[in-house]
């Protein structure tokens, strides 16, 4: 199993990236696939989790942010719009099974991918 987290870059304040979570060793849906970020500093925080159709958002990237999985290129993707300096983190995909109000706990989840970094300046 693996995943590979790419995508990322250096931006201006309310501008986008997307990322990308492809994936490897399973098909998405076997697995849901959540994003998380980790600001320098700070504690691991769930951004986003898809499985099935079904999505997640943590309340301050609701509106601006969102989810999707192509299942024919197996890669889920986190469309990054209006970004915020705050946004500033290392992104990394997971994959897991958590119960769907715990999507945001990190233990929950069994691979990571590597991370990939997002700088918003200001």
């Known amino acids: 199993v693996q995943l590979q987290a790419s995508g990322g870059g250096l931006v201006q304040a309310g501008g986008f990236v997307r990322l990308s979570c492809a994936v490897s060793?399973?098909?998405?849906?076997?697995?849901?696939i959540g994003w998380f970020r980790q600001a320098p500093g700070k504690e691991r925080e769930g951004v986003s989790y898809?499985?099935?159709?079904?999505?997640y958002y943590r309340d301050s990237v609701k509106g601006r942010f969102t989810i999707s999985g192509d299942n024919a290129k197996n890669t889920v993707y986190l469309q990054m719009n209006s970004l915020k300096p705050e946004d500033t983190a290392v992104y990394y995909c997971?994959?897991?099974?958590?119960?769907?109000?715990?999507?945001?706990?990190?233990?929950?989840?069994?691979?990571w991918g590597q991370g990939t970094l997002v700088t918003v300046s200001s």
């Open positions: 060793g399973f098909r998405l849906g076997s697995y849901g």
């Open positions: 898809i499985r099935y159709g079904v999505t």
């Open positions: 997971a994959a897991g099974r958590p119960v769907g109000s715990a999507w945001f706990v990190s233990s929950m989840y069994y691979y």
